[in-house]
């Protein structure tokens, strides 16, 4: 029992070390977009509140005894329309102009341009139809 303990922990250990060579980390201040951050929205004549922030994405997969692990970090969103409750914002995709489109919680794409000024103006969608959303930081 104590090797078969000691064997896995050494195992381990050396699968921990290894993924730090291979896989270095990805500090937050190597992830860029202009969207990061609290802003200001209307959302079709409703005040509302986007946020983005980066947080943590490591990831730890393992094959029988041996396991590795990836560090990196990611976009989260979140929305509130009109003082409603937070909800996602998901699947943040820069376009080839610099625009940022993404998903809202009910599965709509929505897309802003990159902002002029700190200022932004462009989509949502709901059952079909694009509405306007703009934001201001």
């Known amino acids: 029992m104590k090797t078969l303990m000691r064997r896995s922990l050494l195992t381990l250990s050396s699968a921990i070390a290894l993924s730090f060579v291979i896989s270095p980390p990805s500090p937050?201040?190597?992830?860029?977009?202009?969207?990061?951050?609290?802003?200001?929205?209307?959302?079709?004549?409703?005040?509302?509140?986007?946020?983005?922030?980066?947080?943590?994405?490591?990831?730890?997969?393992?094959?029988?005894?041996?396991?590795?692990?990836?560090?990196?970090?990611?976009?989260?969103g979140s929305f509130s329309d009109n003082g409603s409750r937070w909800v996602a914002l998901t699947e943040p995709r820069q376009g080839n102009r610099g625009g940022l489109y993404f998903r809202h919680a009910d599965g709509n794409r929505w897309y802003l341009?990159?902002?002029?000024?700190?200022?932004?103006?462009?989509?949502?969608?709901?059952?079909?139809?694009?509405?306007?959303?703009?934001?201001w930081k």
């Open 28 to 76: 937050a201040g190597q992830v860029s977009g202009w969207w990061g951050g609290y802003w200001d929205c209307n959302i079709d004549g409703r005040p509302a509140r986007m946020r983005w922030d980066v947080v943590d994405d490591s990831q730890t997969s393992c094959n029988g005894d041996t396991c590795s692990t990836s560090s990196g970090v990611r976009w989260k």
């Open 113 to 135: 341009p990159k902002p002029t000024n700190n200022r932004t103006t462009g989509w949502t969608t709901w059952n079909g139809q694009r509405y306007p959303l703009s934001c």
